[in-house]
């Protein structure tokens, strides 16, 4: 047997779902995903950024999400992260508000501004509860009333499935615990749930016995796991950066209270030389 690629790899999820042959797969994905946030299901989807050759991994900057529209209109954006590229908060708000600005052109009527929605999948953890489906809007604290409805945003951690059975009746986390890699055994049932996921399955198949998309499937792993590790190594650079900043004015605290060297270096974990440093530049200004 083959061993099936990753379909949380974003090159791999947009050719399972954001291909013209497969139109209909992610038409059963979102309406399953607003059935979740209770609205009514869409008749039809069109991919504004179908899947073509050049989204290949060769260009290894670009961002492969799916964008698509309704019928009446309404934009849908679509992204897996298979890892953390942190600020994910205000990077959704930044991508959710290019989509709605660029609806309209300079001048054109406001009344003209379509629904926006952005679906994240995220293979980690990312907010404080245990809910694997987050869906914000635009609500006024107190009363609850919608400012308008314009705003919509749909976070599913894949990471908060680990304690979930594999379900008994159709909906979203069908979908998510096959993208989450959930066992083959498991396959039949969740395709009993969600007939659609059958073609999914079988496209994940397909894609994995084909050589070529073995080799940009590595090469786009690589990346990703590269940008992952360089993304990691800035934060604790960071994090050792502002730890080195607060022992530094501690230091100089401490000095400027004449607190004895040999104390402060025990307090703040600073080498001798480099407190001696700190208070010759003290004495010196």
């Not at 995220?122 to 400012?147: A, K, M, Q, W």
């Not at 008994?168 to 395709?191: H, M, R, S, Y």
């Not at 796991?225 to 800035?234: I, P, V």
């Not at 530094?248 to 480099?274: H, K, N």
């Amino acid at each position: 047997m083959v061993e099936l690629l990753d379909a949380r790899n974003d090159f791999i999820f947009k050719k399972i779902f954001g291909s013209e042959n497969n139109k209909d797969v992610l038409l059963a994905f979102l309406n399953s995903t607003f059935m979740e946030a209770g609205e009514p299901p869409l008749t039809e989807i069109i991919l504004m950024n179908p899947y073509t050759d050049k989204d290949a991994p060769a260009e290894k900057q670009s961002i492969l999400d799916i964008k698509a529209k309704t019928a009446e209109g309404k934009r849908i954006n679509i992204e897996m992260q298979l890892f953390n590229p942190y600020n994910m908060e205000k990077r959704t708000l930044f991508y959710w508000s290019e989509m709605y600005y660029h609806q309209i052109q300079k001048g054109d009527d406001y009344s003209q501004l379509k629904k926006c929605v952005t679906i994240n999948i995220l293979n980690y953890s990312c907010l404080p509860n245990d809910r694997h489906h987050n869906v914000f809007r635009l609500r006024e604290d107190h009363t609850g009333i919608s400012l308008n409805n314009d705003l919509e945003i749909h976070v599913m951690e894949l990471t908060k499935l680990d304690e979930q059975a594999v379900p008994l009746t159709g909906g979203l986390i069908n979908w998510l615990l096959f993208l989450k890699g959930v066992e083959q055994p498991n396959w039949e049932v969740l395709t009993v749930n969600e007939p659609m996921l059958k073609k999914a399955m079988d496209t994940l198949e397909f894609l994995s016995q084909d050589a070529a998309t073995r080799m940009e499937y590595d090469a786009r792993m690589k990346y990703l796991r590269d940008e992952a590790s360089r993304m990691n190594g800035a934060k604790a650079e960071g994090r050792a950066e502002g730890e080195r900043n607060k022992a530094e004015a501690m230091v100089r605290e401490l000095l400027a209270l004449g607190v004895e060297t040999s104390i402060i270096v025990r307090a703040s974990g600073l080498p001798e030389q480099e407190v001696l440093s700190l208070k010759s530049q003290i004495e010196r200004y």
